[in-house]
């Protein structure tokens, strides 16, 4: 187990040396951010990209499975994914799914907005209790030999309020994005910077097959913008600084109308030895054990898909917004309560579940336990 | 004698507090993962000023040689050993930390602890030519 860990840690150390450093550095010319000073000087103006002259592939390029580290505000995660697969033709989604602390999701997708076919991006999802959906448009792209920088900004206001800049570099995703706690803390500062490595492209292949994506016809329309009593308006404030709503009810685009995706709710029996301990819920592309329950290290670095964890007295744990597909399912409790796979923690043989479209299906894991 | 100690201990703590002050000035590589800069700290009088002479995260770089970016920072002071600013920071820098606390902990090392949403990124920052 001990090698398994270190196994893990080289995995994460390498991935952080070769796979980002390397890519930063040979594209480290003429990617000069040139765009106006994103303090908001009053009048916000925003001028989506016309993706029927650039900028549609950036729905093909965000596809993959993609692996790499991720900073958030202050907190650095070595080891952090995103699965990213068409749900229609012009629609592209993919969820950070954390658990009991909620979710976070960015989707793609073409849409009309300000007289442009564009794209939009919707980011949120339902984290430590509260509801938010915030929708950025497509405002910059700049393609050459450095790679493929795409930038969205808040539908509202502007880069001055939220933005999300990703560029794309043969088989690397560079994804920052810069918050202002809607406008009420601006100018607005970094707070994700994801780095990662394209992997497992043949499951949203296989998606794109079946929904036939990509195309350029519109999946939500906001050519009139958005319902302005609904979006979320900061105390003190009298017109919103954002295109945020803070209500599931308000929200113009929900899980409701996404198409494709299907839902899996996991039962857990647990037995006293995982009586008290947090469980990591995971699904991946391949098992995460072998035969006799072991976990085992190439896995866990290169299929893991969704990893989300569940608090001591929660049994159980519904995924939602979840591509369809064959996952193994593989329960592990953190028996040390370290906050990751360690020796002593238990779990099972991996299971398998198929996810179909729009539907829920429901697995029961009553077996966790094998001692790694 | 005792005068002449005293010349001397006063000497010795002068250049010892003198040095430090400004031994963070210079060149400095930040120490990340996540993105690359070179940053220059100068001073005047006695506060110190940052500027970035290359900077790359991915998505945003540039380099001196674009442009004068502005200052990082602006009017940090040390005392108690941390330099760190009193003053407001210049706006010129605005996606990056709108207040910083350096503490030299090597002559060519700095822990540079930067506040993003008013949580503390702690980074290493080490000298160079």
Redesign the interface.
């Known amino acids: 187990m001990n090698n398994f860990i270190k196994l893990l840690y080289t995995f994460c150390f390498l991935l952080?040396?070769t796979s980002?450093?390397e890519n930063?550095?040979e594209s480290?010319?003429n990617?000069?951010?040139t765009d106006p000073?994103?303090?908001p000087t009053g009048t916000v103006t925003i001028n989506p990209v016309d993706i029927n002259e650039k900028g549609f592939d950036l729905l093909e390029k965000m596809q993959g499975h993609w692996i790499g580290?991720n900073?958030v505000?202050?907190i650095?995660y070595p080891w952090f994914s995103f699965d990213y697969r068409a749900i229609s033709p012009s629609h592209i989604h993919g969820i950070y799914e954390g658990g009991t602390q909620g979710n976070l999701l960015t989707s793609f997708f073409v849409s009309e907005f300000k007289g442009k076919r564009t794209i939009m991006a919707r980011n949120g999802g339902d984290l430590n209790g509260i509801y938010r959906a915030s929708y950025f448009v497509l405002d910059s792209v700049n393609q050459n030999t450095n790679g493929d920088?795409y930038?969205l900004v808040d539908a509202v206001g502007g880069i001055g309020t939220m933005s999300m800049?990703?560029?794309f570099k043969n088989d690397s995703l560079?994804?920052?994005a810069?918050?202002s706690?809607l406008g009420a803390?601006i100018?607005?500062?970094?707070?994700m910077?994801f780095?990662a490595k394209k992997f497992n492209l043949d499951l949203a292949n296989t998606a794109a097959t079946a929904v036939n994506f990509p195309q350029n016809i519109i999946e939500k329309d906001f050519s009139n913008g958005f319902v302005q009593e609904n979006l979320w308006v900061n105390t003190g404030d009298t017109q919103p600084r954002s295109a945020t709503f803070l209500e599931f009810d308000k929200d113009p685009f929900t899980i409701l109308e996404h198409p494709y995706l299907g839902y899996l709710n996991v039962k857990v029996i647990r037995n006293p030895a995982i009586t008290d301990k947090v469980l990591f819920v995971y699904l991946s592309k391949e098992s995460l054990t072998d035969a006799n329950g072991f976990l085992q290290a190439d896995a866990l670095q290169n299929s893991l898909l969704k990893f989300p964890e569940i608090i001591k007295t929660q049994n159980e744990f519904l995924f939602t917004y979840l591509h369809p597909g064959t996952y193994y399912v593989t329960i592990i409790a953190d028996v040390n309560e370290n906050g990751f796979i360690d020796t002593g923690d238990i779990t099972h043989v991996s299971q398998t579940v198929t996810i179909t479209p729009e539907q829920q299906q429901e697995i029961t894991i009553d077996n966790i336990t094998i001692q790694n | 004698m005792k005068l002449l100690t005293t010349l001397i201990f006063s000497l010795f703590f002068f250049v010892s507090c003198t040095k430090k002050e400004t031994s963070i000035v210079g060149k400095w590589n930040v120490i990340s993962p996540f993105y690359k800069a070179t940053y220059e700290i100068s001073n005047r009088e006695r506060t110190f000023y940052g500027k970035a002479l290359y900077y790359n995260d991915g998505t945003t770089q540039y380099t001196i040689a674009d442009g004068d970016p502005g200052y990082f920072f602006t009017d940090l002071v040390t005392e108690d050993g941390k330099t760190y600013h009193k003053k407001k920071t210049s706006n010129t820098h605005k996606r990056h930390s709108p207040s910083i606390i350096i503490d030299q902990i090597h002559q060519d090392t700095l822990k540079v602890t930067s506040m993003v949403m008013h949580q503390p990124l702690t980074e290493k920052w080490v000298r160079t030519k």
């Open positions: 952080a040396l980002c450093e930063i550095e480290a010319i990617i000069v951010n000073d994103p303090t580290m900073r505000i202050n650095d920088y930038r800049e990703l560029r560079y994804f920052n810069y918050t706690k803390a100018p607005p500062t970094r707070h910077t780095k």
